[in-house]
């Protein structure tokens, strides 16, 4: 499934393939949390931009509009419109990011719904189950994401809890896959390593999970409190006790930086809210740095976003000062073009990424590339 092509240093060039298609890491996945992208960015809209991948959530999925509804409607690629690779993160983020909503048992979690306020209920069988409905190419395992700088105690239980819970997603997706109304049959697990901000727990843990063989491995429990640098400490501890043959993904993070970071010591996935959320407030990236494009400077600037960008709204000549007035006027075209070229930046971003890799000088693009983004707003 994981083909490894080409490293330069710790950064790696592979394919990944899948039932749904291929997928060259290491790649960006475009967020769309409830089936779409906030900013009224389509399904044919990603594939102009040159997406490969589309993520989306678990929890919200399961809250609105209902995973057995979409089952019903032929899953998730078939009520999206996006026939392409799509992983499904477990809920298990929500364990940590609705902490006031939730109790945690070793059976899973009692939810507090953050729509109506109804009782749910997610271990690791429901979370499979789920996300089987939804029918995505890749499955991700249910698992606690503890604060960063959580107690030693308190992490060092989460972790075994989640590796305990692993066990149990393996073994009900098995059953899942082999049920006749399944609809894909061929849905992968990635087990996710956990452990805050202590290196001895992420690498043992890292080494619990590596022995399952499983299709890949998720690093999570990052960019939620902890410094860049505690970060990149633990991503250099880490990954090297991952399977060196199978894709690595960080989960939730990142910019530019971080990604660009984070390729070097041998992560393959990414996936973060910034391009979508960005935009949406008038934020766009460029090889040069960030723009806020509400700034009073853009207001006779006719030049696109970004000269020579492949994206569409670069491409028809769409100007600053005309995206600027959409954004002040209310009109909803702003969000919409903003967010489509930051996606399509992302994208272009890993493209370029890739190509030093297999050109095996990505050290000095990396090094170029974070100094180009210095010189943004």
Known sequence: ????????????????????????????????????????????????????????????????????????LGGLHSFSGWSGPILTDSGGFQVFSLSTLRRIREEGVTFRSHVDGRKIFMGPEESMEIQSNLGSTIAMAFDECPNALAERDYVQNSVDRTTRWLLRCIEKMKELNGREDTINKNQLLFGINQGAIYEDIRIDHAKRIAELELPGYAIGGLAVGETHEQMYHILDVTVPHLPKE??????????PENILESVDRGVDFFDCVYPSRNGRHGHVYTRHGKLNLLNKKYEKDLRPIEENCPCPVCQK??????????????????????VLHNLCYYNRLMADIRNAIEEDRYAAFKAEAINELKNGE
């Open 246 to 255: 199978k894709p690595v993904y960080l989960m939730g993070v990142g910019t």
């Open 1 to 72: 499934m994981y083909k490894l092509i080409k490293t330069s240093g710790r950064a790696k060039r592979g394919s990944f393939e899948t039932v749904h298609g291929r997928v060259e890491t290491p790649v960006f996945m475009n967020v769309a949390t409830a089936g779409a992208i906030k900013g009224g960015v389509a399904a044919d809209d990603l594939a102009s931009i040159g997406t490969q991948i589309m993520l989306s959530n678990t929890y919200h999925l399961h809250v609105r509009t209902g995973d057995a509804l979409i089952k019903e």
């Open 317 to 338: 000549g769409y100007s600053r000062a005309y995206i600027r007035h959409l954004f002040k006027s209310g009109e909803l075209l702003g969000l919409r073009f903003a």
